[in-house]
């Protein structure tokens, strides 16, 4: 599993899972400071969350043959980019943070299965064996992002999680591009 585009194509997941995993692991914790939320409340943004995340899934489903999976891949992104780039008008209540929730839950499952058919049709013959390293690059950054996140609410940067994670994810999009370059020239 030597190709480029294959390998960067894996990055752009690892990248992906640890930017959003900097401030996802941690909503309930920053959602009860920010907002005040617990129990139902949470549980309720959380089920809007988990809502758009099907809709974008299945929306990108019926989309990604006719624009292709590396576009797919890099409009989801983008879309997990501007929720993260409007993240501070969601503290002005729990409405406005569900707002800007939206296009990230859209882009969240969006991307990974986007990645996994980049995968299958950058080579077919290596599916079963890059979807489970995708899967791997999945784990790992959501564990990186887990990481970052705790030691940043540590020394009470908890407020800036979503910039930390948003500069992660420019540079998922800068690398997925990459990527779709070098496929191109394969």
Do not use: E
């Not at 909503?27 to 907002?35: I, K, R």
């Not at 996140?149 to 591009?177: H, P, T, W």
């Amino acid at each position: 599993m030597g190709s480029a585009p294959l390998m960067l194509a894996v990055g752009v997941t690892l990248l992906s899972a640890f930017g959003q995993f900097t401030l996802f692991s941690y909503f309930a914790p920053y959602f009860l400071q920010t907002l005040g939320l617990g129990g139902g409340a949470l549980s309720l943004m959380f089920l809007w969350f988990g809502a758009f995340g099907l809709a974008g899934n299945v929306g990108m489903s019926r989309w990604i043959d006719r624009i292709g999976s590396a576009r797919a891949v890099f409009i989801a992104l983008g879309l997990i980019v501007l929720s993260l780039l409007l993240w501070p008008l969601g503290q002005g209540g729990v409405w406005q943070q569900a707002l800007v929730l939206v296009p990230w839950a859209l882009g969240c499952f969006a991307v990974n299965s986007a990645q996994q058919a980049r995968l299958v049709h950058i080579s077919p013959a290596l599916a079963p064996a890059t979807v489970a390293l995708n899967t791997s690059a999945m784990y790992a950054g959501q564990a990186m992002g887990a990481a970052l996140g705790g030691l940043m609410i540590a020394q009470g940067r908890m407020l800036s999680l979503n910039r930390v994670g948003l500069v992660v994810l420019v540079f998922a999009m800068a690398l997925s591009a990459w990527a779709a370059r070098a496929q191109k020239r394969s």
